[in-house]
């Protein structure tokens, strides 16, 4: 089992900046991949972005390419979400997920961090 739990999120102006953590705990890191996802009020959940164990790989969504950047510190269990150039339609709630790199299905959700941008 692995648990997930967020941080970070809060209300920031269009055009600013938050950095959101995902901090993993219940099993070993190694050979998972994390990513984050996303639910704006009124609509589904959405691929943001995800990395590899070795933090080699990235994908983005392209509403996000070029303004967010995943990352993870593998020594403290932990993944991050920069987000940059923010966006009223930015606004959600921010979800870490996790799952084995050999699996199609994220198998481990966090509660969700909202996020909030402003006009």
């Known amino acids: 089992q692995v648990q997930l739990a967020e941080s970070g999120g809060g209300l920031v102006q269009a055009g600013g900046s938050l950095r959101l953590s995902c901090a993993a705990s219940?099993?070993?890191?190694?050979?998972?991949?994390m990513g984050w996802f996303r639910q704006a009020p009124g609509k589904e959940r959405e691929f943001v972005a995800r990395?590899?164990?070795?933090?080699?790989?990235?994908y983005y969504a392209n509403s996000v390419k070029g303004r967010f950047t995943i990352s993870r510190d593998n020594a403290k269990n932990t993944v991050y979400l920069q987000m940059d150039s923010l966006k009223p339609e930015d606004t959600a709630d921010y979800y870490c997920?996790?799952?084995?790199?050999?699996?199609?299905?994220?198998?481990?959700w966090g509660q969700g961090t909202q996020v909030t941008v402003s006009s």
């Open positions: 990395i590899s164990w070795s933090g080699g790989i990235t």
């Open positions: 997920a996790a799952k084995l790199e050999n699996n199609n299905n994220w198998s481990y």
């Open positions: 219940g099993r070993t890191f190694s050979g998972i991949s």
